[in-house]
């Protein structure tokens, strides 16, 4: 089936540093979704993309629908210890005319040191 | 918080056992997922629903057994699980089938079969 390679796989960084980490895909998705999860909890919805180079922005995360519609980047600037947690990518084939169901990716795990 | 909650949040459980895993949204949405999460694993789509039917399932195993009784509740009914089973049972909950993409999560039950 269908796969999505996401990296790095983990990070851990210095607050107020940047971050950034892709997924990428042999097929093409028709939307790309960024979620993050802390421990204990359930994914939370970050970043929601549409169109083929497409940017959006949640405060200080940004992600971009890559213009192949093979790849999505997420970034977060000047980190803050809030930001631990795992990230996941998640993309939504288009079948024949019908939304396939979301593919996640393995999951970024950010590590924030004060 | 979500908007969908999920419970019992952890559950031990013996190989011969019967338990059910619930969920519940408060979203007013017509779709309703099940997910298995397991460590360094992407997630499993298991179970999908729309408008209280089963729309897909994913080849799992007779063992988990889903219920929707209406739109707002979906069950997990497990019997006879295996020590493999162990992992995090998320539910969802989006829309309506044509919105896919904008998943809820609830918080999930950890499971443990012993």
């Known amino acids: 089936g269908q796969q999505l390679n996401q990296s790095p796989q983990s990070m851990f960084i210095q607050e107020g540093e940047d971050v950034s980490m892709n997924c990428t895909s042999s097929?093409?998705?028709?939307?790309w979704l960024w979620y993050k999860q802390d421990p204990g909890e359930g994914p939370v919805l970050l970043i929601a993309?549409?169109?083929?180079?497409e940017l959006t922005s949640n405060g200080r995360l940004t992600a971009q629908f890559g213009i192949t519609r093979k790849d999505s980047f997420l970034n977060i600037s000047a980190s803050i210890p809030s930001d631990v947690g795992i990230y996941f990518c998640?993309?939504?084939?288009?079948?024949?005319?019908?939304?396939?169901?979301?593919?996640f990716g393995k999951g970024t795990k950010l590590s924030v040191k004060p | 918080e979500t908007g969908v909650t999920q419970t019992p949040r952890h559950l031990v459980m013996g190989m011969t056992n019967k338990k059910s895993l619930k969920c519940e949204q408060h979203?007013?949405?017509?779709?309703m997922y099940w997910y298995k999460q397991s460590a360094k694993k992407p997630l499993e789509l298991m179970f999908v629903?729309?408008?209280?039917?089963?729309?897909e399932n994913n080849s799992v195993p007779s063992r988990f057994s889903p219920e929707c009784p209406n739109s707002s509740h979906l069950f997990l009914h497990l019997h006879t699980l295996q020590p493999e089973d162990s992992a995090l049972y998320l539910c969802?909950?989006?829309?309506?089938?044509?919105?896919?993409?904008?998943?809820?999560f609830g918080p999930g039950t950890r499971l443990l079969v012993l």
């Open positions: 969802a909950s989006s829309q309506d089938p044509g919105t896919k993409e904008t998943q809820y």
């Open positions: 097929s093409i998705f028709n939307t």
């Open positions: 993309l549409y169109k083929a180079g």
């Open positions: 998640a993309g939504q084939p288009f079948y024949g005319g019908s939304q396939g169901n979301l593919i």
């Open positions: 979203l007013g949405h017509n779709a």
């Open positions: 629903y729309n408008f209280k039917e089963q729309t």
